[in-house]
Structures are given as C-alpha cells and as structure tokens.
C-alpha cells in the first residue's frame, strides 16, 4: 500500500490516472477508514487531498459558492454567509456522524461514498449543487445527482477527482431544508430523508421547487412530480398531503436492518412534508 | 472463624459517603489498563476463524497452506483442543463453542485460529484455511425452532422435564415449572382476566470493551493469563480444565474491565490464545474485533412469552399464568427457567403457574446478561399487569400495592420472604413528584416493577497493615462498578480509620484463594462480609498487639475508632493508642498485621425496583423520546451512594436500548445483519435524559451492613415501564420488543385502520 499527499490538484490527477492497482481517495477519512480498518477494502493506492491548498476553502464566488473537497463538514456550519445562504445544506452536513466525524467528513466524501443514505446529498441535489471535477482529460462540471450511479459507485472516470461543489447564489425569497429519519438523535444513518427548496412570489405562492429523497432508492431521487405537487400553490394542507403521497409512491426501498419497505415509503412523505414546511418559512412564506 | 454476618444495626462513619475512588485518575486519564492494554516481549498476534454459516457440518479444515506462510507460529483447530471434559456436558459446551467441533453451529462459531507474528500474516493466514463445510438447514427464530419440522441442531437432545419420556430429538432441551396453588381454580373467581402474548429479540450486553487478553504458556507447563474478564477464578478453573492443566499452574490476571454484565463471565478465545501459545511457545494477544464481539459473544435470549392474570373487582389478583420460551443459542441452558422463576416474583399470589422452556436455535450461545432472564419475563408480566389494571379501573400504582409481596409471602418461585422492599418502592413511587407531573401531547407514562435474586458465593480477602499504618487491602471479586472504593470504606469504617489509607486491589489467581466470580450483583455484598470479616481478624490481632504493649491482658483492650482502648479502673492512666503506633511496632510484637478471611456469603437479599418513565411518541413516524425517567430500588444500604445511583442509572440506560432499538437482525440466511454499533443502537448520551434515581434502604438481616446488591436489578423494570409508557402515548398495546419505531408506526397505523 503506497500513501502519497500532493500539493496540486495536476499531481493528484497524474498519480491517479497513473496507478496500476487499486486507488483512494482520502480526505476526512471517516468512510475510508472504516472500510479499510474492517478489512472490506485494501486499496495499492492512498491520495490524500488535504495538502492541496485549494481544496481546503470556502470560496464565495460571484455566481455563489464553491466548497473545496477537503473542507471538513464542521467548518460549513462556521461560515456565515453559506449558512445564511443554504441553511438546508449545512443542517445536513452537520448530521453526519457525530461532532467528532463532522470535524474530519467532507460533502464531497460523503457524495463520492455513494451511500443512497448519504445526508448531505438530498439536500445539495435540492439546492441544485453541482460537482466540479479536475480529470486527465481537464475538468468539467456535472450536477451532484448524475455523480452517484448505484451504491458505492459513481460516474467518476480514472484519474478524476472532484475538486469543488458550487453552489448558486440564493435566489431572493427561497429557502432550503432536510430531515432525516434515524431512530437515535445522532450517530446514525439515514433511514430516509428528504431536502426541500423552494421558491416563492410575493403572494407566497411556490414558483419554483426541487424536492430530494435520500435511502429511498439505490441513488438519491429528485422527485420532479414532488416539485410540481407544490408549483403554483401556496403551502396549503392539500398541496402537503400531495407533497407526501407523491413522494411516498416514488420511492423504491427496500426491506433491511435499517427499516421496512412500508415504513421509508410513509415516512419518506411526512419528511418530505415537514421539509417542505420549513424551506417555505425560511423563503418568507407565511 | 466466628464471623457474625447479622445486621447489627450500628451507626455508619465511612460507609455512606461519597470520596472519590481509587481507579478514577487512571481511567480518566487513559493509563488504566484494559484487556488490550497489556503486552509482552516477543509477543504473537492471535486471530480466530469463524464459520460464515449458521449451521454447517465441518467435513475437513486444511490448514496446510496458512501453517507454511511464513511469519506463522501456530494454527489450531479443535484436534489442538481435545475433549478432556469427562462427561461433563455443560464443560463440553464451553469447549465446543470455543472451537467448533463436528459443526459450525452459528454465524461466527470459531472453527480455526492462527498466531502470526503480526496482525496482516494473522488476517492473510486466515484467508488460507480451508473448510470444507457441508451446510445444513438453520433455524434462528424460537418459536420456529420448536416447531416439529425445525430443522434439530442436536440429535442427542431429548426435551427433560415432561412427564413421559420423549421419543424424539428436539430442539427443546428442557421444560421446567414454578408456582403452586391452582390456576385453573383461581381464574374461576376472577372478574377480570387478560391474556397476551409477547415477544422479545435478541440483545447483546453492548461492552465498549472487546474481549481481549494475552497468555503465555512456558515449556515447563505453567501459564500465565491476563485477561479482562468478570471472574479472573473462573475463568482460571474452565481454561485449566479445557486445557488439561492443574489450576495452580495456571495464574490468571484480570485487567481494568471496559463493561462485562455478565457477557465476561464466559470464556471464549482465551483458551484459544492458551492452546495456540501452547503451540507456537510464544505469548499469543487475542483482541477480539467488534464484529466478533456482536456474532460471537454474548448475547441474551430472545424469547416468546404467554401471560394470562386474573383480578377481581376489588383488584386482588386470583390466578397468574405465564409460558415462557427462550433462546439459548445452540447449546442447553436455564434461561427459560430464571425467567420462570422471576416471573411473578413482586407479587403475592395464591394461584401462581409459570412454565419455562429452553430453545436451541442457531445463534451464539445465550450468555448472562445483568440479571439474566428477568427483564423479558417483567415486560410480559408487568404489560399484562398495567392492562389488567386498566381494565378494572385502578390506578397500576395502586393495582400493584395491593397484590405486592412483603415479608412472609411464598414467593412464585418457592421461598418465603424476609424484610424486603417492593411495597416501599412503591409507596415511594406513588408518592414520587415525577407522578403528578403533567403531559403534554403524544405523551405517555408508565411505571413497572422489578426483580431480582441476587447472590452471595464464595469469596476470600487479605487485609495487609503496613508499618506506616496503611491498609491495603486484596480482594478477588473484579470491581465493575466501583467496588474498590465501597470495600475500601467498609474496610475504613470497620477499622476505624479514614478511606484515604486503604487502598484496594483486585489480587490475581495466585494470590488469594478462590472466588466466585463478579455476578449475581454479588460483588460488593460479598466482598463487603469478607473485608468486614478480615478487618474484624486484624483487630484482634491489633488488640493482642497493643496489650502487649501494655503489659495488660488482651480481655481489656477494645477496640474504638481506630484505636486500642485500655478498660477497666487499674489501666485508667494509658492512653489510645491509634492502628498507626501499633503498626509501627509490629515488627517488634511479633510480625506484620493482617485480617484474613474466606467464607461463603450467603444471605443475599432479594431487590426490587420500581421505575417510572414518560415517553414521546410521534404518530406519524413511530419515532420515541424518552422525556423523564425515575428508578427507585432498594440497597438494603448503600455502601457508595454515587455507584448505587451509577448502577441504577446504568441499569435504566441499558434497559432503554434494549427497550426501544437493540436487536440482533438475522437475515434469511442465518448471517447477523448488524454486528457493529451503527446498525446495533445501543443509546447515545443525547438520547437519554438525566435518570432520576431514589435509594431506599430496607436492611438485609444477613449483612452486617445491611448491604443487598444493586447490579443487576435496575435493568428489570425498564423493558416493561417502556413499554407502558408507549402503549399509553400511542394508544395501542405494544407487544414486541424493541419498540423500535417501524414496530410502532405499524401498531399505530393498525389500531387506526381498526
């Protein structure tokens, strides 16, 4: 097993795209670690992203944010101005694991792991995140959902790493929220999960909406017939209890330790609902 | 030795207050040493092979291939572990489940191990064994295991206890009974009767530490052991026995203990670590992994329970009946039977039946966990209890006062009571704030009651008196909960002196004669009598000592706060002379000054507990909180009033987990789905409130103190208060635990749909 630690995004292209074996990416650690201390992976190849400068920032850009890979899920509830921004995206950052693991896990680990019950995923495919990704062939952007293809994998070619997720600027009188269902209060995975956002007009009627289901399929679903229940209305009972049936019917879980079938589909709505609720508040609805 | 054990009454100095205790330091600064803390020269990595089947026939191992990668010292598979048992079954057990035999009888049954030099040839040794398995039809559930067409996991088992012989093989090893009077009888008079059925799943004791120890076998055939364990003296008798060993050849060591309830009073790979340093002539470290903790070792019964009570109108109980089946893993037990014996234990009934059966099932052999058995049995009793109470219109408090066991009663399970403390932590409960305290919406209370036995056992202590006055003291109970510094003060308060100059040990198998392990909440109890005892015999040594000095007769020298007293009118003129100026000349009256002291601690009192819990349940996800939580037990005395309340709150906490989220998860193919902490939920700190804790004291005659265990009992009522609670927020009966929340959105949503 060779660990390496680079300095520039290029060089950790280059050794990626180079290596013969197996290959990892390390930045927090909290899922490589785990995976590798339980004897489940054995990777030739260790890159460590965290001695590139760049990847370790918060940068507010004019189009909105980027978000280095290596930033550490803590530090997004220490910037103020995401927080203001997205509060749906660093609520969810900040219910990964405990304190602890928010201190080292990043949002780009926790996209890349590919978990379909990964928490900051439902809520950055709600915001419309998207991945910046430095490859041998240059970089290029995709949004965040089209990164996941199954659990545990991803469309990442070899050689590429993402180096950023961008965020837009806030869109004025919109809000963003996410729930997760666990049955502890914290150091947990998600059962289900939802992140809602919205915007409204004046009236405070929804004109636009992404709404993200998380551990209810094999990636995270955007449910666009969700986003739809809530177009042109205002967040009334009705449009909630469609919100919720939409939305437990689009799911596709599955039976496991974790929860039933039955279960993740009704709960999936209420989340969704309860979401929903709160992404309006924080937009200004009433 | 004439030792009095009889309460005496007497007024406490010591005993009671709350100094700090001896481990503290250490454990809060990391230097404690736990199982995997201990290391020696030249030492080997141990790792264990476990069988990927929950029931398979082993046809052949080859273990050819690991024995030739270098870097290996040895490789064991049961050939290196003969059968020295001699017709010992429940010894052969042991054996068998250290290392499988003719089959792999659950996922993670040992079948193989390796010593390496370090842990990745261990791991690439492992990968190199080859079994051979043969794989058999399984059975994990208990219910499905007594089915006729359950697949037998032992054709030598036939069912003990029924009134004809059996014919046929059965996965039920043994049905036993309890009670007396006649049930048919006593549910004639009742108006009221209810019956339910309940099940529970399987947990695990949930020990932060995993098991972990070092052994290192000389070639002149004596062994030395360090291990983290609840009974380092058991532990040496089943190793040595398994091993072929004399006892005394073997010295066992137990370290600091991360958490055991009774989960470490088992042996599991430490003879394994023995035989493969045996072998290899190198001490062998065998630290399991958490998911060998979780398949391997442990866990509870999960069980399935009928209860039927009767009640008349004016709430006296007629007639209680209860079925209880529980899983043992694949080996016989008597798990059934405790929890048949401890069924109806809080109550005073004339009609009382319970049956218990013990259920071979694939899954790890069932081990004692904090009052083994008696948790799922009060949740059955104690839901029926609570609704029986309901439906005849009185409060469950008031209900459970007036059926409640006191001091004659013929308790369900045979013994007539002495002093005991289920009506006054009961009255304490009524009466508690906790309550009157009003809920709000979604919320519900609830309150049970708990049992438990308690026991004594053997136990032998040292008391060694320094020339500088201090005291150390050595006992042989592992302190789980604190007991070195309750012994410490019972040692203080006999002795007359202050805590700060004893210290306490736990002595390793070498030093100190045999003693039971640190289990039926016996530690302090026992280990208490045996320290009071050995104070007792230092003092008259004290005495002789200071006469000696004195040039008087021993018959006028007493013994009064930490100092030889003079009597009588012709010694009027000597002064006190204090424990630390008659040490000081020991060395010219005759040698160092000791207590010694061996006995059998009988006596224990029985425990009870009364809980109170309020609960908020969400209607639309299933989701629980626990809001408030209060636990009244009786201590008899509470020697340390933190570590009693520790232990209640200990109890509670656990009690909770199990209650609401802890289960073993088996998939169709008999391979546990959880063996971590993640898919594994024990509670974490921000799931719990503060638990509120209550300390009654109803003094055990058999004690000098007064002291009864408090270990184990705090985590009886929990299952059941939940429970009731629950039910009472949701408005439906739950009936399966753990309540986890799919189980109560589903109950839920059924009650709606009616």
Known sequence: MRYIRPLSIEDAVGQLAGSAGTSAILAGGSDLLVRMKGGFVEPDLIVDIKAIASLGEIRETADGFSIGAAVPCAVLGENAALKKAWPGVVEAAKLIGSKQVQGRCTITGNLCNASPAADSVPALVAAGARALIAGPGGKRTIAVEAVPTGPGKTSLAKGEIIEAILLDSQAPRSGDAYLRFIPRTEMDIAVVSAGVNLTIDEQGVVKAARVALGAAAPTVLLVEEAAEALIGRKLDEAALERLAKVCAGACRPIDDKRGTIEFRRKVAGVLAKRAAMTAYARAGGK | ?754
């Open chain 2, 1 to 754: 030795m004439n030792f009095d054990p009889r309460y005496s009454g007497r007024s406490f100095t010591s005993v009671g207050t709350r100094p700090i205790r001896p481990d503290g330091v250490d454990k809060v600064t990391g230097r404690a040493r736990y199982g995997a803390d201990f290391n020696m020269a030249g030492q080997l990595v141990g790792r264990i092979l476990r069988s990927p089947h929950a029931h398979a026939k082993i046809r052949k191992i080859d273990t050819s291939k690991a024995e030739k990668l270098p870097g290996v010292k040895a490789v064991i598979t049961a050939k290196d572990l003969p059968d020295l048992t001699d017709g010992d079954a429940a010894m052969y057990d042991i054996l068998d489940n250290c290392m499988a035999r003719t089959k792999a009888l659950y996922d993670g049954h040992a079948v193989a191990a390796v010593a390496a030099v370090d842990a990745r040839t261990a791991r690439q040794a492992l990968k190199l064994i080859e079994v051979d398995y043969e794989i058999l039809p399984h059975v994990t559930d208990v219910d499905e295991a007594m089915k006729h067409s359950a697949p037998l996991i032992n054709d030598t088992i036939f069912t003990e206890g029924l009134e004809e012989k059996p014919v046929k093989p059965s996965n039920v090893t043994k049905r036993t009974q309890y009670g007396h009077g006649d049930v048919h009888e006593g549910f004639g008079h009742a108006d009221f009767v209810v019956e339910r059925s309940f099940k529970t799943e399987q947990t695990h004791q949930g020990y932060i530490e995993p098991h972990a120890c070092v052994a290192s076998v000389s070639s002149d055939g004596t062994a030395d052991l360090w291990v983290c364990t609840q009974g380092h003296f058991v532990y040496r008798q089943h190793c040595a026995q398994l091993l072929g060993m004399e006892a005394s050849k073997l010295r066992v060591t137990s370290s600091e203990i991360g958490g055991g309830f009774g989960g470490k009073t088992h042996v599991w790979a430490e003879p394994v670590a023995l035989a493969l340093s045996r072998k290899a002539g190198r001490p062998v470290k065998l630290v399991m992994t958490r998911d060998e903790v979780f398949r391997a070792s442990g866990p509870t019964s999960a069980t399935s329970i009928d209860v039927k009570i009767g009640a008349r109108k004016d709430g006296t109980i007629t007639a209680a009946e209860a079925t209880l089946r529980y899983s043992c893993g694949p080996y016989a037990g008597m798990w059934a039977e405790i929890g048949a014996m401890t069924a109806f234990a809080c109550y005073k009934l004339e009609n009382v039946k319970t049956v218990g059966y013990e259920v071979l099932v694939n899954r790890p052999k069932t081990a004692a966990y904090r009052a083994p058995s008696a948790p799922m049995a009060a949740f059955a009793v104690e839901s029926a209890v609570d609704e029986l109470a309901k439906e005849i219109g009185m409060d469950p408090v008031e209900f459970r006062i007036r059926n409640a066991a006191q001091e004659g009663t013929r308790s369900s399970y045979g013994p007539v009571y002495g002093p005991i403390g289920i009506g006054p932590t009961l009255e304490a409960v009524k009466n508690h704030p906790h309550m009157k305290a009003p809920l709000g919406k979604n919320q519900g209370r609830g309150m049970a009651c708990g049992f438990w036995f308690n026991f004594g056992g053997q136990t032998c202590t040292d008391l060694n008196i320094g020339m500088d006055g201090s005291v150390s003291l050595a006992v042989g109970t592992v302190d789980v909960g604190g007991s070195r510094a309750s012994l410490s003060l019972v040692a203080a308060e006999e002795l007359g002196i202050d805590y700060s100059q004893v210290k306490a040990i736990v002595a390793d198998t070498s030093s100190l004669g045999y003693n039971d392990m640190t289990d039926g909440s016996r530690g302090t109890f026992s280990s208490s009598m045996a320290t009071i005892s050995a104070a007792r015999n230092a003092i008259k040594i004290l005495r002789e000592r200071a006469a000696q000095m004195w040039d008087i007769s021993v018959d006028d020298v007493a013994w009064e706060q930490g100092h030889a007293v003079a009597k009588g009118e012709k010694h009027g003129n000597l002064g006190k002379l204090s424990l630390k100026e008659i040490a000081a000349q020991s060395g010219k009256t005759g040698g160092p000054i000791a207590g010694h002291s061996e006995l059998v601690a009988d006596g224990a009192g029985v425990s009870f507990a009364t809980h109170i819990c309020d609960i908020e349940v969400d209607p639309e996800t299933g989701s629980t909180r626990v809001l408030r939580y209060t636990v009244v037990q009786d201590a008899g005395k509470a020697v340390h009033p933190t570590y009693v309340e520790g232990q209640y709150q200990g109890g509670a906490a656990q009690g909770i987990g199990w209650a609401l989220n802890e289960e073993y998860i088996y998939g169709k193919d008999g391979r546990l789905q959880n063996p971590g902490f993640l898919d594994y939920r024990i509670p974490v700190c921000s799931d719990l409130p503060m638990i509120d804790t209550q300390i009654l004291e109803i003094p055990n005659p058999n004690h000098p103190y007064g002291v009864r265990g408090v270990g184990e009992t705090s985590i009886v009522p929990p299952l059941a208060a939940i429970a009731n609670a629950v039910s009472n927020a949701a408005g439906v009966r739950m009936t399966h635990i753990p309540m986890s929340p799919p189980r109560i959105l589903a109950a839920i949503e059924a009650e709606r749909e009616g």
